[in-house]
């Protein structure tokens, strides 16, 4: 690892750091929790063994992130920052071995922070920085993952190699789907070992094979239960059979584009464009690689990249499980922005111009993407849950003024209910009675307040009118008439 110094290049990532950290917090602190962080908040209330065991086998349940929100909610008690806060201190990690990544692998100053504003101004993950799921730690474990893996490659010292299987094992277990990032991860580390020590260091190469083989015993004991309860019961019906790029690669881009307006360009239009870009950058990098020296992390990072993809095809034609979906293929992030790193840095030893002007339009594009597109008020998966704070004030409000009698019973559209639930719970449990949760439509209602989207207004209209609308008239708050 370098020797830090307060260069300017230093204090541009210190800076451009601690502002993500802020608007994450601030983030974390002003938005609701959400109808999939209620989930995982009452799974965390269940003993260690049951988490760690899949007793309850649902897919809220990350287990490192749980068992982090357990401990948390132990010392700090219960509240959305609290049970927040593990998701957010992993950024810190996340961003600084981002920089790392950068200034161990790229010598030109502009592919170095392309590289880091590609990877740290994406508003849809980091999204997952400020709430309590397991994907953003996953992401931030498989960063130093990372950059241990290139640091074996560059010094051939057996620590690196031991903390990139570790790291890269804690990912998984933060979010099962890594085990597509770590079983790639593991041959490759394997390989490199058998290239570096050859014929006359058999027993360097069998310490090195010993240690990734005890750490994915390791990893295969400790989900063994959890994986086979998952499948026992269906919990991969959200992702996709179609194939590859139609159920992972677009959904990713479009979530990635976090809701933000380009041209009036359809979700098509725009991940059409995205891939096209990504594969322009990859293709230059490819034809001029040629002219660089030292290929040897190009072809890693390349090879890598493709192993995961590989291995993602080989888990759905031979073990019949589905391809992943946008939140749980976030992972491709920072192996795809490392390979264009590496393209860039083929394409600047034999056109330094082109390199740059790449650089710094990726740059461009990165910042005024995150400036357009990052809500400070709620996370974009789950932007129908941003007004829960509104709602429950407005009826809070109406109660007061009209002086009902409490409580009050309130019904709400299923989506909506847990988000609610939990902030009546800790907030209005002497003020509101939430009905049972439900799917139905229930006209006949004898609730004060009915919380729902717009498409149910016509059916409720009989004896419900609207007292607020939100989301540009998305969703309603209804009264009783």
Not at 10 to 31: E, K
Not at 121 to 127: K, T
Not at 400 to 407: G, L
């Amino acid at each position: 690892m370098r020797k830090f110094t307060l260069s300017s290049e230093n204090i541009f990532y210190i800076i451009l750091g601690a502002m993500l950290l802020f608007l994450i917090t601030r983030q974390a602190i002003v938005s609701p929790i959400t109808h999939d962080e209620v989930n995982t908040i009452d799974l965390s209330q269940r003993s260690v063994w049951d988490i760690v065991t899949y007793t309850d086998p649902v897919p809220n349940n990350h287990i490192l992130n749980t068992l982090l929100l357990k401990a948390g909610i132990a010392v700090f008690g219960d509240s959305p920052l609290t049970d927040r806060l593990f998701n957010i201190l992993f950024f810190i990690p996340f961003f600084i071995f981002a920089v790392l990544i950068s200034k161990l692998l790229f010598n030109e100053l502009w592919i170095r922070l392309a590289f880091v504003l590609m990877i740290s101004l994406q508003p849809y993950l980091l999204d997952f920085f400020g709430v309590t799921r397991g994907y953003g730690i996953s992401v931030a474990l498989e960063m130093v993952s990372l950059y241990y893996f290139f640091l074996r490659l560059k010094s051939s010292e057996f620590r690196p190699l031991v903390l990139s299987v570790i790291f890269a094992a804690l990912a998984v277990y933060a979010n099962f789907t890594l085990m597509n990032y770590f079983i790639p991860l593991v041959f490759l580390l394997a390989f490199h070992s058998v290239m570096l020590h050859g014929k006359t260091q058999k027993k360097l190469i069998q310490k090195d094979i010993f240690l990734l083989l005890a750490v994915s015993v390791a990893l295969v004991m400790l989900c063994y239960l959890p994986f086979t309860r998952m499948i026992g019961t269906n919990q991969f019906v959200y992702w996709g059979s179609t194939g590859f790029f139609t159920d992972t690669v677009k959904p990713l881009i479009i979530s990635l584009r976090s809701g933000t307006e380009y041209f009036g360009w359809s979700h098509e239009k725009v991940s059409g464009i995205v891939t096209d870009i990504v594969i322009l950058v990859f293709l230059s990098g490819l034809i001029l690689i040629r002219y660089q020296k030292e290929k040897k992390y190009f072809l890693y990072s390349g090879v890598l990249l493709l192993s995961v993809i590989v291995y993602n095809h080989l888990q759905f034609y031979v073990l019949d499980i589905p391809f992943l979906n946008a939140r749980t293929a976030l992972f491709f992030i920072p192996l795809v922005v490392l390979f264009m790193g590496f393209c860039l840095q083929a394409v600047w030893h034999k056109n330094m111009t082109l390199s740059l002007v790449m650089s710094m339009f990726l740059s461009i594009l990165a910042v005024q993407h995150f400036i357009r597109g990052f809500n400070v008020k709620s996370p974009y998966e789950w932007g129908y849950d941003e007004t829960t704070y509104d709602v429950l004030n407005e009826m809070n409000d109406i109660v007061n003024r009209e002086q009902i009698p409490k409580p009050v019973k309130v019904n709400c559209h299923w989506i909506f209910y847990p988000s609610l639930s939990y902030h009546i719970k800790y907030q209005y449990a002497d003020v509101f009675e939430l009905v049972p949760y439900h799917k139905d439509i229930q006209a006949e209602s004898d609730a004060r307040f009915y919380y729902t989207e717009a498409q149910e207004l016509e059916k409720l209209s009989a004896k419900f009118e609207p007292v607020k609308d939100y989301g540009w008239r998305s969703r309603f708050l209804l009264k009783s008439k």
